[in-house]
């Protein structure tokens, strides 16, 4: 969506509360999209996916958090010194506003990504799930909130660590929804029962004729199981 189509759509949702800012969108509408979400009283999860240096990371991050964004997300892959120092960064920024830290979280591989695809393409050292719970290690290491994962590893990521540490999973797909470009998927309803602290369903929703109505069909199903 352009910044406009943005505003208009969570305007047309009176009870949705949280919206994911990603990249398109934040390079077409830069800070002040945030900013007018914000206005708007909505909460941003600004999924920016961060990956560079420690120093350039932890300055993005200390970016991200001045801008009031409550959920931003880094690449774990980025190294567990790195995200520690956009740890610090976070807390820094909260501390000088006076308010509470965002809560940073760990990407750690693509729903995109399939196993055959993961081995034959990047030739890491064991499985996909392997590297994703090497990846969440990473991010419980540096002390950070919590990581994004695909559905098909929330079981194993939560029986490893419990709440308060935050499981996001993307790659949600209401029953009948087209899964697109995602490779790992679940019902919003078993990602919750598998461990998920919050889900990101966009396109289910924002794709839909009738996003209203689809975000309602969404709210039933998590409520019903």
Known sequence: MDPDSALRFSE?????????????LFVAGGP?????????????FLDLKFHDIPATMAAACRQAAALGAELITVHASAGCFALTQAQLAVTEEAQREGH?????LAVTVL????????????????????????LADLAVQAGIGGCVCSPHELAVLR???????VLV?????PQGSPIGD??????????LAAGASRLVIGRPITGSVNPPEAFADCCRSLKHG
């Not at 002040?32 to 941003?44: E, N």
Request: glycine share 6%; net charge positive; with cysteine.
């Open 100 to 104: 509470q830290p965002p809560c940073l």
């Open 159 to 165: 029986a490893r660590y419990p709440e308060p540490f």
């Open 32 to 44: 002040q999209i945030v900013a007018a979400l914000r206005d708007r009283g909505k909460r941003i």
């Open 12 to 24: 047309s949702i009176p009870e949705l509360q949280w919206v994911k800012v990603g990249l398109e």
């Open 111 to 134: 729903t995109s990504w399939d196993e055959q695809a993961f081995q034959a393409q990047l030739k890491v050292a064991g499985s996909l799930e392997q590297h994703v719970s090497q």
């Open 182 to 191: 995602q490779a790992r998927v679940m019902a919003p309803a078993e990602a």
């Open 169 to 173: 999973a993307p790659g949600i797909r």
